[in-house]
């Protein structure tokens, strides 16, 4: 599947407007940006090096469950959605559509301190 970067940046758009908004509201100091693949950096830190494993997304920052009275002047936080990551685990337009919904959330949950096991359970707890 082709995709372009304004067509999968329009799609992140849509992702976050279909987001319940008092999550999206509440994130502050986070950049969301888009890269094609994860730099070798994102990989080795995420510890990704096994066969199969593939980096969809990736939030980058502390999240708001660790931050201090002292967490003032700081770059911001940064999720971002790897388009050729994404693209590999689908193969429709809609597919595509709720991957890239998916992978924000699960991004997004990040950013509140929640954990991979969490995330998970929800996740569940969503499609019962």
Same mark, same amino acid.
């Given at each position: ?7 999968? @940046? ?5 992702? +976050? @407007? ?15 940006? +888009? #890269? ?72 997004? #949950? ?11 359970e929800l996740e569940r707890q969503?499609? @019962?």
């Open positions: 599947m082709e995709l372009t970067d304004e067509r999968f @940046d329009a799609l992140i758009t849509r992702a +976050m @407007d279909e987001l319940p908004q008092e999550y999206i509201t509440g994130l502050d100091n986070v950049a969301i940006v +888009m #890269a094609d693949w994860p730099t070798d950096e994102q990989v080795e830190t995420m510890k990704l090096r096994e066969e199969g494993k593939i980096l969809l997304g990736l939030y980058e920052g502390i999240p708001l469950t660790q931050r201090g009275n002292g967490y003032t002047f700081v770059l911001p936080d940064k999720i971002t959605l790897f388009k050729d990551s994404i693209l590999q685990v689908v193969s429709t337009e809609e597919e595509l559509f709720e991957q890239i919904k998916r992978t924000l959330w699960h991004e997004i #949950a990040h950013y509140y301190g929640l954990g991979h096991g969490r995330i998970h969503s499609t @019962d």
